[in-house]
């Protein structure tokens, strides 16, 4: 019990880490929207540390999606019922569908009835869940199977269109090409399309069986995750070298900095292969590191956070709306179309500060969470 214990707690700080970084995201989405970010970017119209931040925040929705499958399987294994963890997957994959389309895309927009709704992360999450759902009843090798044709394999669909047929282009729009679907009054951007984060959410729940099995001792398993995410990394480097295949090719600029920005500038909507590589690697790199500090004061903070990840989610959005509304009620639209700040440093200072502000309030809500599990709902927040 109380490995178990223990291990959750690191998946936890993973978590932590990685909603602090998408905060940071965020709140460039919020208060630099007047430096527009294309996916990939446009080195030559990006400043340098613009492009790391958010290149730093690309680690954000892989290892969420990865974790979420890891811990289908550690629920599976805590419950040892297919059908308990089918179950849980859909309601919950259902619930975060409903909180994207409703809850979050208000705290985007600010606009109810809503006239655009923006498919992104939670919707993909949700989507994934459902999907993971209905899949894990089949056999390891098949799981393992499809979700390694899915990650190595999807850029191979990036020409397919379907631009003929409204319905199938739809539907193509939602599994793999972002676009928009009109429905009346109503118009859906696919900001995420789906079909690569099923086979990120189905890696995680294989790579649970493999790395968690009763069987293998804490030592053991943590050299796996590290040697997991090596060998990833390596292999995003040995693809991305050799410009093959897995994304848009790189090239030498007329700087260093340019040039390793052209290496790192990789795709995320859909997230290519080597962009899949390098982030889930990296995930599973400082998984196996927390596991060795996860007892150590200064990683509370994080397990915290990510104890109460879609409760943090929530309250994060709907705070930078607010701290954008007050901001252009005291100064106005000093930035075109938008209030803006001058740097990308400030940017950094505003989550810092609204990290500290929001980790009391995290912390109560995750005792509250875990002093009150016969509460149903909690357990998705």
Known sequence: MTRTFDRLQAIDALRGLVIL??????????FYLHHQVTDPM????????LFFSRTLAHLCAPVFVVLTGLSAYLYQSKYNSLTMTREFLLKRGLFLIFLELVIINFAWTGKFPPDVIYLQVIWAIGISMVALSLLINMS?????????????????LEQVSFSNIPLLQNFWFVLYERGWIELGEVRLRTSYPVLPWIGIITLGYCIGGYIFDAS????????TLLTTGILSVGLFFILRLINLYGDQEWSLQQNLLETAMSFFNLTKYPPSLL??????????????????????KWVKPLIVFGSVPMFFYIVHLFLLKALYAISVMIWGE???EYFGLNTVLSLWFITII????????????????????????LKYL
């Open 21 to 30: 970084i998408m905060m940071l995201d965020h709140v460039r989405e919020t």
């Open 334 to 336: 000093n930035q075109g």
């Open 216 to 223: 293998k001792g804490i030592h053991h398993r943590n050299m």
């Open 140 to 156: 390891r090798k098949w799981l393992w199977t499809i979700s390694l044709i899915i990650i190595f394999g999807h850029n191979l």
């Open 275 to 296: 962009f899949t590589l390098f982030n889930v690697g990296v995930g599973f790199i400082l998984l196996a590191l927390l596991n060795k500090v996860e007892d150590k």
């Open 42 to 49: 446009l080195i030559a119209d990006t400043e340098g540390f």
């Open 354 to 377: 609204l990290s500290i502000l929001l980790y009391p309030l995290m912390l109560k809500f995750s005792n509250f969470k875990h002093k009150n599990k016969q509460i149903k709902l």
